[in-house]
């Protein structure tokens, strides 16, 4: 005989679906929060962040945007946040990320003739220009990276909101980790493959 | 003569009896990445090595289990002895266990599972008869493999025979082979939260290889008849984990 089986006669009321509702609602909200306050004081600027991070497809007209500037005290108004348009706008969330050179890209760095800082940022924005955040996790790389934090670009991507629910739901569940732990796997080897591409343009590879 | 003896004896052969040592062991927690499915290669590696049958029920949506074993097929690091499957539904996962006990077609089965606590987990788990859970040393994870350990400790007051409930273990996994004062603190710890299972599971890259290629034995095979006799050495590393799998799985079932 098969050993018996036991009947679950009521529910888990902690599981995690519980959970799962929570980080799929909050980041929508908290981007449409993000996404209607800037749209009431700059919104032309907020158009261009999202179109910047490689959300072209989506991003609202920016005639819409500019209109919206030049009607700046009509969009103030409640009713204007009420408008479709924050639901046009690509869900995305600002996640804040450092980046510095590996280690064995040091030396090259430092003789390519160019302020490896200013290399590093180059490196940064051709690596997320036409990058989308994919929602599988990508473990980051155990490479060594460089001690000399002079180096290290920081800025924030506004990356898809769904992506990072996904990455969060299977990941963190408990919303421990930081944003950057979940997608540094996918963005750290881009911006070290685009600081080699621009050491071999230097001359210096 | 011989082959008319063969097809005698299939047609006379009764039909197989169910297999009551069949053996079921799901890999669950309430967290991605915390290490079921290293932890579920290394337990089939050392069942096949140890001549087991074995069916790897994949019930991750992201079917990696399932694509390891491929991958070790095609790279001749499997074994006949290892089956898988890939299955949706607990429903799925309880039709396939009854399937191999009645008709014998393994000796263990494990289940992987997603990294995430869901109604499903009650069904998954009233199914097994041993749930082992994977936690890395450090204060989160603890945290997270304690409401794993929490988790099932109240499912006993939830189902009509908590004495049919499989056994609950928990595994330390990617324990660093230089143990610091800290993580010697987190182990104590550990022990005083879970069922601790007494061999832990070091960090190793033999485990990056078994990812990589396939089954632990099959990899030492390999090295052991490299034809480049510098590289023979390095079976040691992929024998010493699999000792170290086999002892994990022999404290499962002992415990």
């Given at each position: 005989m098969r050993k018996k089986?036991?009947t679950?006669?009521?529910?888990?009321?902690?599981?995690?679906?519980?959970l799962r509702?929570g980080?799929?609602?909050?980041?929508?909200r908290e981007?449409a929060?993000r996404?209607?306050?800037?749209?009431?004081?700059?919104?032309?600027?907020?158009?261009?962040a999202?179109?910047?991070?490689?959300?072209?497809?989506s991003a609202p007209?920016?005639?819409e945007?500019?209109a919206?500037?030049?009607?700046?005290?009509?969009?103030?108004?409640?009713?204007?946040?009420?408008?479709?348009?924050?639901r046009?706008?690509?869900?995305?969330?600002?996640v804040?990320?450092?980046?510095?050179?590996?280690?064995?890209?040091?030396?090259?760095?430092i003789?390519?003739?160019?302020?490896?800082?200013h290399?590093?940022?180059a490196?940064?924005?051709?690596?997320v220009?036409?990058?989308?955040?994919?929602?599988?996790?990508?473990a980051?790389s155990?490479e060594?990276?460089?001690?000399?934090t002079?180096?290290?670009?920081r800025?924030?991507?506004a990356?898809?909101?769904g992506?990072?629910?996904?990455?969060l739901?299977?990941h963190?569940?408990?919303?421990?980790?930081?944003?950057w732990?979940?997608i540094?796997?996918?963005?750290?080897?881009r911006v070290?493959?685009?600081?080699?591409?621009i050491?071999?343009?230097l001359?210096?590879? | 003569m011989?082959s008319l003896?063969?097809?005698?004896?299939l047609?006379?052969?009764?039909?197989?009896?169910?297999?009551?040592n069949?053996?079921v062991?799901?890999?669950?927690?309430r967290k991605?990445?915390?290490?079921?499915?290293?932890?579920?290669?290394?337990?089939?590696s050392?069942?096949?090595a140890?001549?087991?049958?074995v069916?790897?029920?994949?019930t991750?949506s992201t079917?990696?289990?399932?694509?390891?074993?491929?991958?070790?097929?095609d790279?001749?690091?499997g074994?006949?002895l290892?089956?898988?499957?890939?299955?949706e539904?607990?429903?799925g996962?309880d039709?396939?266990?009854?399937?191999?006990?009645?008709?014998?077609?393994a000796?263990?089965?494990?289940i992987?599972?997603?990294?995430?606590?869901?109604?499903?987990?009650?069904g998954?788990?009233v199914?097994a008869d041993h749930?082992v859970t994977?936690?890395?040393?450090?204060t989160?994870?603890?945290?997270?493999g304690?409401?794993?350990?929490?988790w099932?400790?109240?499912l006993?007051?939830?189902?009509?025979?908590?004495?049919?409930?499989?056994?609950?273990?928990?595994?330390?996994?990617?324990?660093?082979?230089?143990?610091?004062r800290a993580?010697a603190?987190?182990i104590?710890?550990?022990?005083a939260?879970?069922?601790?299972?007494e061999?832990?599971?070091?960090?190793?890259n033999?485990?990056k290889?078994m990812d990589?290629?396939?089954?632990?034995?099959?990899?030492?095979?390999?090295k052991?008849t490299d034809p480049?006799?510098?590289?023979?050495?390095?079976?040691?590393?992929v024998?010493?984990?699999?000792e170290?799998?086999t002892?994990?799985?022999?404290n499962?079932?002992?415990?």
């Amino acid at each position: 005989m098969r050993k018996k089986i036991s009947t679950v006669t009521r529910p888990d009321p902690a599981y995690a679906a519980s959970l799962r509702q929570g980080f799929v609602e909050d980041p929508r909200r908290e981007e449409a929060v993000r996404a209607a306050i800037p749209l009431e004081q700059s919104g032309a600027k907020v158009a261009m962040a999202e179109r910047v991070q490689g959300t072209e497809q989506s991003a609202p007209p920016v005639v819409e945007s500019e209109a919206s500037l030049e009607s700046g005290p009509e969009i103030a108004t409640p009713s204007a946040d009420q408008r479709p348009r924050t639901r046009r706008l690509p869900a995305t969330r600002k996640v804040d990320i450092r980046v510095n050179a590996l280690e064995r890209q040091e030396e090259a760095l430092i003789d390519c003739g160019v302020d490896p800082a200013h290399v590093i940022r180059a490196a940064l924005r051709r690596a997320v220009k036409k990058w989308q955040l994919d929602p599988h996790f990508v473990a980051p790389s155990e490479e060594i990276r460089t001690r000399i934090t002079e180096w290290r670009a920081r800025t924030s991507l506004a990356v898809d909101a769904g992506a990072v629910t996904a990455l969060l739901r299977a990941h963190d569940p408990l919303g421990v980790l930081s944003k950057w732990t979940l997608i540094r796997g996918q963005v750290e080897p881009r911006v070290w493959a685009e600081i080699d591409a621009i050491l071999i343009e230097l001359g210096h590879e | 003569m011989a082959s008319l003896l063969r097809i005698t004896t299939l047609a006379e052969s009764p039909p197989p009896m169910p297999n009551d040592n069949l053996v079921v062991i799901a890999a669950m927690a309430r967290k991605g990445g915390s290490g079921k499915t290293t932890l579920s290669r290394a337990l089939i590696s050392a069942a096949v090595a140890a001549n087991r049958r074995v069916l790897l029920i994949d019930t991750d949506s992201t079917g990696v289990l399932v694509a390891w074993h491929r991958r070790a097929n095609d790279a001749a690091f499997g074994s006949p002895l290892l089956r898988s499957a890939t299955v949706e539904s607990v429903r799925g996962v309880d039709r396939k266990i009854e399937q191999v006990y009645e008709a014998d077609s393994a000796d263990f089965i494990f289940i992987d599972t997603a990294g995430v606590g869901a109604e499903w987990s009650d069904g998954i788990a009233v199914l097994a008869d041993h749930i082992v859970t994977p936690v890395m040393l450090s204060t989160s994870d603890l945290d997270v493999g304690a409401q794993t350990a929490d988790w099932f400790e109240k499912l006993r007051s939830r189902v009509d025979d908590p004495a049919s409930l499989p056994r609950h273990h928990v595994v330390l996994n990617m324990v660093d082979p230089k143990t610091t004062r800290a993580d010697a603190a987190l182990i104590e710890a550990a022990i005083a939260r879970f069922p601790v299972i007494e061999t832990v599971m070091l960090r190793r890259n033999a485990y990056k290889e078994m990812d990589e290629k396939g089954l632990l034995h099959a990899i030492a095979l390999q090295k052991q008849t490299d034809p480049n006799p510098l590289m023979r050495p390095h079976v040691r590393h992929v024998v010493e984990a699999l000792e170290e799998a086999t002892d994990i799985l022999n404290n499962i079932l002992a415990g």
